[in-house]
């Protein structure tokens, strides 16, 4: 069984930087791909970014590429999303998420089986 806690999230003025965490119970963490999505109201839930079970392969969207940094620490079991330059359109729910494959490199949410509880980033202009 996989849990999922994101925390970090908060309101942030354009500009500004958030740095988020997901923290992950259970053994297998160290060997899956984990990947961040956000959600905005009204909008369906997209694809931010994503890390191998190394580190050593990270993907975005190219919404946030240049802005945003995912990283991950396999011996706390914890993956970061770092947000810098934040825009306003980055204002979402987000959340941390595993795919039921755990070498699933996709962007495919629906292939996301294990999913935290989604941490609130709001970014005023």
């Known amino acids: 069984q996989v849990q999922l806690v994101e925390s970090g999230g908060g309101l942030v003025q354009a500009g500004g930087s958030l740095r988020l965490s997901c923290a992950a119970s259970g053994r297998t963490f160290s060997s899956s791909v984990m990947g961040w999505f956000r959600q905005a109201p009204g909008k369906e839930r997209e694809f931010v970014a994503g890390?191998?079970?190394?580190?050593?392969?990270?993907y975005y969207a190219d919404a946030v590429k240049g802005r945003f940094t995912i990283s991950r620490d396999n011996a706390k079991n914890t993956v970061y999303l770092q947000m810098n330059s934040l825009k306003p359109e980055d204002t979402a729910v987000y959340y941390c998420a595993r795919p039921t494959d755990p070498y699933y490199t996709g962007r495919n949410y629906e292939r996301y089986n294990y999913w935290g509880q989604g941490t609130q980033v709001t970014v005023s202009s």
């Open positions: 890390i191998s079970w190394r580190g050593a392969n990270t």
